[in-house]
């Protein structure tokens, strides 16, 4: 049995090193017919790792990452594809910085204010994802699209509040939601060698991660919601109500969505402005693949994308384009599909040998046609 | 995650065959609209809503919606859901710009292609024989190709003459035509001002003059659609492959070679698309598509998987995107022409027994129209949002006649059908 689990382990390890391999070698092959050297680009990317302040961008990045991942995940686990996190964190994280800028918030506690922010982040993340989830469930409307659609509405949407005459102020040529004073902010926690700080809400990230692991391992609705997931017919043979699970799902996948832009917000930027990075919802998407929607796998994986773009940054001083990282990015998430795709088959066949030969009724597969 | 996703919601019980709608009936519908229009036109004074350099903005900003949603017609027709098409676009930008300021915009063309061409492929290896799901390979594809293309762009753009890290040199459009005699007369007819007429001079007028031969191809494109897939063996075969791919395997259908050759069509088809847009917008730039790959695949849903469909969604969109560019007081006319949309179609779910949807379409149509007469502008930061938002009320409201490929993202492999 125990080289049995060993050789689980490696299967279950070869898919994303294999991927992670593809990838670089692609990436090699791409910088060596453009005239570039490989071992050049390494060379930069290991060096900023020696610096602590790469280091912190990368955990932040992570834990931002880490978020979307865990949004787009309680969606994938029950079959639900949220692509709409990008719209419903962008949304979120504007509506309550303009809340948390509010002049009225400078009375308050500042344990009330942080609290409100967030609270208020995570009811328009919830909302905007339920928009999607009620179309599906009422109208049967592929929640891929309206999502996309979502998406698409919500940046106009922020393009029109981010107006001086509305929800920012206008600051020299940048146009941005009143800063969040003082008394609204989170603490970072100070990293030896950096003047950057690790964002305090990386425990929160943290606690969704724990309580993302907890319901869906511990509870009777992460049960009902992996049920549905794996085969909705027998999740509605054994009761359980599909449409409200979709919306349930729906609305807690936005709600965490909603908390994607919380960390850099009240810990960093402090304000939002157009700055804040688009796409942070796909990237989740890739992390959430790349982690099989497991809380530990994709802590792993947000910590490496965070890793990757973080040191990207040294790239173009080196006088190579930085997007050969995204070019990596990309061929990992499709080789990464891939190569579970092909460990799955290669499992199965490997089970049937072993189910045939305990049952000894293996035979030489006969020659077809012949 | 398959990207048939759940089921729940979608009414599954048969419809009863309606009766065949006549072709009249759809140009009848059509001039109905163009009078609704007309009429909002003459009460608002906005004369941007049907004027000739509308149509023919529209036209541009159409076509390359159009070819996005062929590429989305052909791939979903043989069962393979591409969302890569935005990605595939990018390619196509690029490409053309590459090839377009050295070699000419015909070559760009060509460029553009031959990209997006690879780019299919890449869709179809990863979904037919590596059987990923498709949304995860469409997604992974939309995350390579802007890196792809940007990447690229730095190395070969930067130090071009007008060139610069994220846009090239600038390009030759393709040659433009106007039929003589027809447009100028139908510009003194649109002139007038006289309620319908003009504005169906404005409407042929934008389509007779100064159009661009790439434009022409895209609408020989759309009718040769029609054709392959609807008219000859081949195009049978393929449908086949995305309602019943086991029945067409039994049949003796090779089914990935019908679906390798429709996602790389499909490819083609979004390459080309990107091309267009950089050629007839004289250059390349970083994230030029701005969503149109999206917006390509609602205009294919909303067009019902339909080439005629599609074109008008195409058409739709095309048209909004226009409005942005004009007048505001066109803009604001929107609203009011929304609004009669939406009371015309409560008015049609009320006859066929939804009450419920009438009812919600009655309420968001006097919305729109309160919020015409009670404004006197729509912010323009707004008006992007609108062919989205009409995406979502059809598909919200009127979706029940829409009907997907039975087979539509679901992974298909040889031999395992039960």
């Given at each position: 049995m125990r080289r049995l689990s060993l050789r689980a382990v490696l299967l279950g390890l070869a898919a994303p090193v294999g991927a992670l391999v593809f990838a670089a070698a692609v990436c090699s092959v791409i910088l060596v017919v453009t005239g570039h050297s490989p071992a050049d680009v390494v060379d930069s990317m290991s060096a900023s790792l020696d610096r602590p302040r790469t280091t912190v961008i990368a955990v932040n990045n992570a834990t931002n990452y880490y978020l979307a991942a865990v949004a787009v995940a309680i969606g994938f686990r029950m079959n639900l594809f949220n692509i709409g996190v990008d719209g419903q964190y962008r949304l979120a994280a504007m509506l309550s910085a303009a809340l948390a800028g509010?002049?009225?918030?400078?009375?308050?506690p500042s344990v009330l204010r942080v609290a409100l922010t967030m609270i208020a982040a995570v009811l328009v993340g919830a909302f905007w994802a339920g928009i999607a989830g009620f179309l599906k469930v009422?109208?049967?409307?592929?929640e891929v699209i309206s999502t996309i659609m979502l998406n698409a509405i919500a940046t106009a949407l922020v393009a029109f509040l981010l107006n001086p005459n509305r929800l920012a102020v206008l600051e020299g040529n940048d146009i941005h939601t009143p800063t969040i004073t003082s008394g609204g902010q989170v603490p970072g926690i100070p990293y030896s060698g950096s003047s950057t700080e690790v964002h305090g809400l990386i425990l929160v990230a943290v606690a969704i991660g724990v309580l993302y692991w907890f319901v869906l391992a511990r509870t009777r609705f992460g049960f009902d919601l992996k049920a549905t997931g794996l085969s909705e017919s027998a999740a509605v043979a054994s009761g359980v109500s599909v449409k409200k699970m979709v919306l349930a799902s729906m609305l807690l996948s936005g709600a965490v969505a909603g908390l994607v832009g919380m960390p850099e917000l009240l810990g960093g930027a402090h304000s939002y402005s157009?700055?804040?990075?688009?796409g942070i919802g796909f990237i989740g998407i890739a992390v959430a693949l790349l982690g099989r929607n497991h809380p530990i796998g994709m802590a792993f994986a947000a910590l490496l994308w965070g890793y990757l773009d973080a040191s990207s940054n040294g790239l173009d001083v080196a006088?190579?384009?930085?997007e050969i990282v995204a070019i990596m990015q990309g061929v990992i998430v499709l080789s990464v599909v891939v190569a579970y795709e092909l460990v799955r088959r290669y499992r199965v066949r490997l089970e049937q040998r072993e189910v045939g030969k305990a049952l000894g009724t293996i035979k030489v597969p006969e020659v077809v046609g012949s | 995650m398959s990207g048939g996703g759940l089921s729940v919601g979608v009414e599954t019980a048969p419809t009863p065959r309606k009766r065949r709608i006549r072709p009249g009936a759809y140009w009848l519908a059509a001039l109905g609209a163009i009078a609704v229009i007309a009429l909002v036109r003459v009460l608002t004074g906005a004369t941007d809503l049907t004027s000739r350099g509308t149509v023919q903005a529209a036209l541009t900003a159409a076509v390359p919606i159009a070819l996005a949603a062929l590429g989305g017609l052909w791939s979903e027709r043989a069962g393979v859901v591409n969302i890569g098409l935005e990605g595939m676009m990018v390619l196509g930008t690029w490409g053309a710009g590459f090839a377009a300021y050295q070699w000419g915009p015909w070559a760009g063309v060509f460029f553009g292609l031959v990209l997006g061409t690879l780019a299919g492929l890449l869709h179809a290896l990863a979904t037919v024989t590596f059987g990923v799901d498709h949304i995860i390979s469409g997604v992974a594809i939309n995350l390579l190709a802007p890196g792809l293309a940007l990447f690229l762009s730095k190395l070969y753009f930067t130090n071009a003459p007008g060139g610069g890290q994220k846009q090239s040199p600038p390009l030759t459009d393709a040659p433009h035509v106007t039929i003589p005699l027809l447009s100028p007369g139908l510009r003194s007819v649109e002139d007038r001002?006289?309620?319908l007429v003009s504005d169906v001079a404005g409407l042929l007028g934008g389509l007779v003059t100064s159009v661009s031969l790439l434009t022409i191809i895209a609408a020989l494109l759309v009718i040769g659609s029609v054709f392959v897939l609807w008219r000859t063996p081949f195009g049978l075969r393929l449908r086949s492959c995305g309602e019943a791919p086991v029945a067409a395997e039994s049949l003796g259908v090779n089914v990935y070679l019908y679906k390798y050759a429709a996602v790389i069509a499909s490819g083609a088809f979004a390459g080309l698309g990107g091309a267009f847009l950089a050629i007839s917008s004289s250059q390349f730039r970083d994230g030029q598509t701005g969503g149109r790959g999206f917006i390509g695949l609602a205009a294919m849903i909303f067009g019902n998987w339909r080439p005629g469909g599609l074109a008008a969604g195409a058409g739709l969109f095309g048209y909004t995107d226009a409005m942005q560019l004009r007048g505001s007081d066109a803009v604001h006319a929107l609203l009011l022409l929304l609004g009669i949309a939406l009371l015309v179609l409560a008015v049609v779910q009320f006859l066929s027994g939804h009450r419920v949807i009438a009812a919600v379409a009655a309420v968001l149509g006097i919305g729109f129209a309160w919020w015409f007469f009670a404004t006197d502008a729509l912010p323009p930061e707004l008006v992007g949002a609108a062919p989205y938002v009409v995406t979502l009320l059809v598909l919200a409201l009127a979706a029940q006649r829409l009907r997907m490929p039975k087979a539509d993202g679901q992974i298909y492999r040889r031999g395992e059908g039960g």
């Open positions: 509010a002049s009225f918030m400078d009375g308050l009422t109208r049967g409307v592929s157009l700055n804040f990075p688009p006088g190579i384009p930085k | 001002h006289w309620w």
